[in-house]
Nanobody
Framework: QVRLVESGGGLVQAGGSLRLSCAAD????????MGWFRQASGKSEFVAAI???????AYADSVQGRFTISRDDAKNTVYLQMNSLKPEDTAVYYC????????????????????WGQGTQVTVSS
């Protein structure tokens, strides 16, 4: 099990930027893929994921080209750089850690992730 703590959320105007961070504690961080999800109006949505050792990344179509996921394995931290933010990006953002070490496929579904942070609110005003 791993403990995840997100930070970096806040209020920003449309077109602005935010960088979310997720610090992990509890196991070998670099061996597991990490993901970001968001929830708004009771609906959960995949945002981005990064494979262990930064081998590959994946993005939802809605954020492709605007958001960038990265990780610093030396700091046990995964980041989500969000640029050109839109009001529809408003949500609680959660980071999550994969359940399987060295998983061959980068998961976009919640079931692939077993540890979740508490979430950080992102609000984009128009």
């Amino acid at each position: 099990q791993v403990r995840l703590v997100e930070s970096g959320g806040g209020l920003v105007q449309a077109g602005g930027s935010l960088r979310l961070s997720c610090a992990a504690d509890g196991r070998t961080f670099s061996d597991y893929s990490m993901g970001w999800f968001r929830q708004a109006s009771g609906k959960s949505e995949f945002v981005a994921a990064i494979r262990w050792r930064s081998i590959s990344t994946a993005y939802a179509d809605s954020v492709q080209g605007r958001f960038t996921i990265s990780r610093d394995d030396a700091k046990n931290t995964v980041y989500l750089q969000m640029n050109s933010l839109k009001p529809e990006d408003t949500a609680v953002y959660y980071c999550a850690s994969d359940t399987v070490r060295f998983r061959a496929r980068l998961g976009r579904e919640e079931a692939a992730y077993g540890s979740w942070g508490q979430g950080t609110q992102v609000t984009v005003s128009s």
